[in-house]
């Protein structure tokens, strides 16, 4: 709270109202630090602007005092992108009192939010249309959509829908001059110039502010299946996977990976569910959804799976036969993160590789690795329908798993490496933020590099947007 | 051929090889004008490079040597984007050479191709690999993926598959500073940093030169039913339109609007063309697709279209009994443009507006444009399913054709103004170019152009990636 000082918060008083200024500790505090408790900053105040104007009149007076800015949605965000630095210069601008759901048009298969509304809100919103909002995430009950913009938030349906980036249509930034682009478009073609909004989706605040968006919607799902399959090897699980889509085209709409370790782990900590298809080493947690008129998709579903079973891809399967047995199934694969937490600390990738890929690296990465951290463990699991893992190492069993986390540079760079060459990337669904910063420049070429700092010295030319994050 | 001189054509030829720069006005010639014939330029010579690094080779030497570099792909474009101006001081780059498929993955589902192959030949390729490629165009068998992907091309899948835009995974360019980046990434999810391939997506060889391209594929569709339905308005067509989707959700692959007059306009020039539901005002050409194993397509979709008769939403509907069928009614779609131009020339607007929008648009341009002026034809058509429509403005009976041409501009701002006013767009798929330079200027937000200003310095400060196009 020493920098700035009465004269900014003066002025940042006039933009937003006093009431929505804060400064005194017990209310600055939760905005100062990430949800994992991983990145810790200040600030001289977090500001709480009520509309895109106040956005724009705050980036203004931020302009003038030479303050950074560093925009917040919920503060669930994996990688610090919205936590400060610790100098205590920057303004945290927190978008959550922009929550309002400024309209759906029903014809026309749109929403159009503020970016502080709450993920879930927009989904229960979107049903309550008619319609069905496809993006899902864990924090989806805290999640900000400008936050889901802003990350490029991924979940487990982009197999069919995409990630945020797919889901928009047009954008309102507030820029770094202080002026809001209203690039509120509704519209699935139009082609006047370069596409604008796909600069400022998974920029991380560092080029814009979002401040409200239009987001496609689409057909409730009528029918849903889910089924858990057990494979023999990750080969098995590409096989599975392009059987599936084959034979159920966008009926497929997740396709979720899970080792047999990850799902012991989950169970250990959550006995009470199911253990439908026991005793493989890996399994496929799969969803179906049919938003037609079609009643025969569990017969569909039936089928592909016998087909797959009798040509030796899938092992055994098991499919839910009602809502609850559909929701044990992916309880086991929503609870593999947080069971994992509690066995103790992980060294964590969030990476992507062609799909074609994965069998090919997960061979060698566990090679790599056993080789580097005799008895170490690997938690595996995540969307291989969009070729994302979540790939986790765990300290062998008996060794401290505090100290184990010393390694964690050396354990991402063995995994980094092996994804860059194989075309992967580093970050799949997660982002950059303060985390990945500077394994960002380890493995970007340095023309992309150049690019982005291009794009950056064009947009924010003075820097004050989110320094210090992504680039 | 007056700039430039020798010395230049010498660097050319060393980068590319003599045979490859052409400067005879019979090589030449068939580059430098649009095949509509609208516009013509001139150039110091046309090179054709082979790859990659003969492309960043030429950009070196046009940047050395101050040259502008009109990059052009199948010359098939709607807007004179890729014809040179008339000071002859340009280059154009022809990437027809580039014309190898790179690779596909099948377990991954993309296809790795350079700029310079024909859509066609991209589309057979999927096709022999068992996958579907889905953009679709009139020119597609002599317009390149590369011209694709610089002008976002839309055509008749878009409802379903979204513009080119959204198939592509990963791009190689070559820059301004005659770098190469390569971006060509086969990742569904890559969340790391800014999202630089959009930029060079619909730029129209503004920002960079495209050389190759990862594209998505899907699985191939193993039952399709085409139907034309008979409607009574706009509204009509809104709701159908809403019902197919809810109806039949993915499955809906194409649904397109067209007039009374547009369809006897079609059928007096192609009189063997079927004519299933006639005496409509309205009809709507439906394509359903199912790539899953589904049989019960054509239930499925008799089915929705009887709810559609039944609650007066349609009038009537044919639903095609054979592949024969199925291209006759599409014929009549296709042959609209062509059948149109026989007519005489036509004021032509290519628009996008909410699909909530259309029918008030309809409406208030309509009665624009009769009061403006008077017996003047309307011939509309077009991508309804995305909101996009081929709104054109034929002379009244007996007034001549070419002299009522002069009405453009007028035309075009009564069109463009109530389009606007309803937020759409005045270029829905054929880009900017040369032809809507000034009219994106009338329309666009200073806010909006300056930062396309900003982005354009950005990646190409001397400006001699093609000048005068877009911005």
Chains 1, 2 share one sequence.
């Not at 002026?179 to 370069?194: M, P, Q, V």
């Not at 814009?208 to 889910?226: C, D, H, M, N, Q």
């Not at 089928?303 to 092992?315: G, K, P, W």
């Not at 970050?427 to 985390?435: D, F, K, M, T, Y």
């Amino acid at each position: 709270m020493v920098h700035g000082g009465a004269n900014v918060r003066t002025r940042l008083s006039a933009a937003v109202g006093a009431a929505n200024v804060l400064t005194e500790p017990s209310d600055v505090d939760p905005f100062l630090t990430d949800w994992r408790g991983r990145f810790h900053g200040r600030a001289v105040a977090v500001v709480r602007p009520g509309s895109a104007a106040e956005v724009a009149e705050v980036v203004r007076v931020c302009r003038e005092e030479q303050i950074p800015i560093v925009a917040q949605g919920g503060n669930t965000g994996m990688c610090g992108g919205a936590t400060p630095d610790e100098t205590g210069h920057a303004v945290v601008l927190s978008l959550t009192r922009l929550n309002r759901v400024r309209g759906i048009d029903t014809d026309n298969a749109t929403i159009t939010v503020e970016a502080g509304v709450p993920l879930a809100q927009v989904q229960q919103a979107a049903a309550d249309a008619g319609f069905h909002f496809p993006l899902s995430l864990a924090s989806e009950g805290s999640c900000t959509i400008g936050g889901n913009l802003s990350t490029n938030a991924g979940g487990t349906a982009v197999l069919r829908f995409g990630n945020t980036r797919e889901l928009v249509l047009g954008l309102e930034v507030v820029l770094a001059d202080g002026r809001i682009w209203n690039g509120l478009r509704a519209l699935r073609k139009d082609n006047t110039g370069y596409d604008l909004k796909q600069l400022f989706v998974g920029a991380e605040g560092t080029l814009g502010i979002i401040t409200a968006a239009v987001l496609k919607l689409f057909p409730k799902p009528l029918a849903r299946v889910t089924a858990l399959a057990a494979i023999a090897d990750p080969e098995g699980a590409v096989a599975l996977l392009r059987l599936l889509k084959r034979g159920l085209s966008d009926r497929l709409v997740g396709f979720e990976l899970i080792s047999a370790l990850a799902l012991s782990i989950c169970r250990k900590h959550h006995p009470d569910l199911p253990d439908p298809v026991p005793g493989h080493p890996w399994y496929a947690l799969v969803q179906v959804d049919d938003s037609g008129t079609s009643t025969a998709l569990n017969e569909q579903v039936e089928e592909v799976f016998a087909e797959a079973v009798e040509s030796s891809i899938a092992r055994d399967v098991a499919i839910a036969q009602s809502h609850e047995q559909a929701q044990a199934l992916w309880a086991l694969r929503e609870n593999i993160s947080e069971s994992q937490r509690r066995e103790g600390p992980n060294i964590k990738h969030d990476i992507s590789l062609p799909v074609s890929a994965i069998p090919d690296f997960l061979r060698a990465s566990e090679q790599a690795l056993s080789a580097a951290f005799p008895g170490a463990q690997l938690v595996i699991f995540g969307h291989l329908g969009d070729g994302n893992l979540h790939y986790n190492l765990a300290a062998p069993p008996g060794e401290d798993a505090q100290r184990f986390m010393d390694n964690a540079t050396r354990a991402n760079h063995i995994v980094h490496d092996l994804v860059a060459e194989r075309g992967g990337s580093i970050s799949a669904e997660h982002g950059i933020g303060q985390l990945k910063r500077e394994e960002l420049k380890r493995y970007k070429a340095p023309v992309e590099l150049d690019l982005m700092r291009a794009i950056k010295q064009a947009l924010d030319p003075t820097g004050l947007l989110n320094p210090g994050k992504v680039l």
